[in-house]
């Protein structure tokens, strides 16, 4: 069982900075991938960035160039830096994690994350 804490989520203005970090806990192993999804009320949940333990990464569309995610695969954490930060940013974000290939994710909790006009 694998255990995902979120940190560093906020309130921040539009144009403004927040960075995310993410451990994990239970895993005797690197973790295959990590990474962030996020959810705004009645919206699914939508990819933002994922990184596997080699340094494959894929961003949502809408966060290249102004978000980056970085993680430390020997101590399991992952980080989300957002920069350029808009009111549609404005969601719930999870992290996520996935052993390997075939083995089912996990989630963390979630922190806010605010972007005010």
């Known amino acids: 069982q694998v255990h995902l804490v979120e940190s560093g989520g906020g309130l921040v203005q539009s144009g403004g900075s927040l960075r995310l970090s993410c451990v994990a806990s239970g895993s005797n192993s690197r973790i295959y991938v990590m990474g962030w999804y996020r959810q705004s009320p009645g919206e699914q949940r939508d990819l933002v960035a994922l990184m596997t333990h080699t340094g494959t990464i894929n961003y949502g569309n809408s966060v290249k160039g102004r978000f980056t995610i970085s993680r430390d695969s020997v101590e399991n954490t992952v980080h989300l830096q957002m920069n350029n930060l808009k009111p549609e940013d404005t969601a719930i974000y999870f992290c996520?994690?996935?052993?390997?290939?075939?083995?089912?994710?996990?989630w963390g909790q979630g922190t806010q994350v605010t972007v005010s006009s």
């Open positions: 996520y994690s996935k052993a390997n290939v075939l083995a089912q994710p996990y």
